[in-house]
T-cell receptor, first 117, second 110 residues
Framework: GAGVSQSPSNKVTEKGKDVELRCDPI?????LYWYRQSLGQGLEFLIYFQGNSAPDKSGLPSDRFSAERTGGSVSTLTIQRTQQEDSAVYLCASSMTGSGVGYNEQFFGPGTRLTVL | GQSLEQPSEVTAVEGAIVQINCTYQTSGFYGLSWYQQHDGGAPTFLSYNALDGLEETGRFSSFLSRSDSYGYLLLQELQMKDSASYFC???????????FGSGTRLLVRP
């Protein structure tokens, strides 16, 4: 597609339920990132994929959070046993490569607003 | 550790010039980038500085001083549509993830 897409755009769930958030990166982008943004805050890095591998999962808040990427394209972020503090906007971004050489602009999707009741 | 500091809010008048500062502390600094985010929207890339000096892109310019661990975003000829949040973000050497500041909310008044 023309840009990064995410689904659903909004998700309301009850505490304790599992949720899956989906990201479709820009075609051909090998690097994919998940960030979390709480209201009025900056973006918090969660995880980075290069192809289907995740060299850096250091930002995942707990073992309730997991992510996978298949076919070097679509990624799914799963949150198990959701808690109220998980409420935030989850943003996905992609870039052509993840190399530190030069700079690879990250293109962001519109985000999924997660509300845990 | 690593941290970025930027003002939480700035207000300016349409047509004016505004500067948003960013100071950072990080190991392995590679470059400083700026993103714009309108309410409810996705962050969009504005600029990137890897070397000291000023980068100009239309009405927006970005400056970096590596020795001072400091940068700024300069917005000229402000328009109402420039009302948004602006984030500085550090790219670390041989890395890929961006470390974001908490953002500066810019309000442009008529």
């Amino acid at each position: 597609g023309a840009g990064v897409s995410q689904s659903p755009s909004n998700k309301v769930t009850e505490k304790g339920k599992d949720v899956e958030l989906r990201c479709d990166p820009i075609s051909g982008h090998t690097a994919l990132y998940w960030y979390r943004q709480s209201l009025g805050q900056g973006l918090e890095f969660l995880i980075y994929f290069q192809g289907n591998s995740a060299p850096d999962k250091s930002g995942l808040p707990s073992d309730r959070f997991s992510a996978e990427r298949t076919g070097g394209s679509v990624s799914t972020l799963t949150i198990q046993r959701t808690q109220q503090e998980d409420s935030a906007v989850y943003l996905c971004a992609s870039s052509m490569t993840g190399s530190g050489v030069g700079y690879n602009e990250q293109f962001f999707g519109p985000g999924t607003r997660l509300t845990v009741l | 550790g690593q941290s970025l500091e930027q003002p939480s809010e700035v207000t300016a008048v349409e047509g004016a010039i505004v500067q948003i500062n960013c100071t950072y502390q990080t190991s392995g600094f590679y470059g400083l980038s700026w993103y714009q985010q309108h309410d409810g929207g996705a962050p969009t890339f504005l600029s990137y500085n890897a070397l000291d000096g000023l980068e100009e892109t239309g009405r927006f310019s970005s400056f970096l001083s590596r020795s001072d661990s400091y940068g700024y975003l300069l917005l000229q000829e402000l328009q109402m549509k420039d009302s948004a949040s602006y984030f500085c973000a550090v790219a670390r050497a041989s890395s890929y993830k961006l470390i974001f500041g908490s953002g500066t909310r810019l309000l442009v008044r008529p």
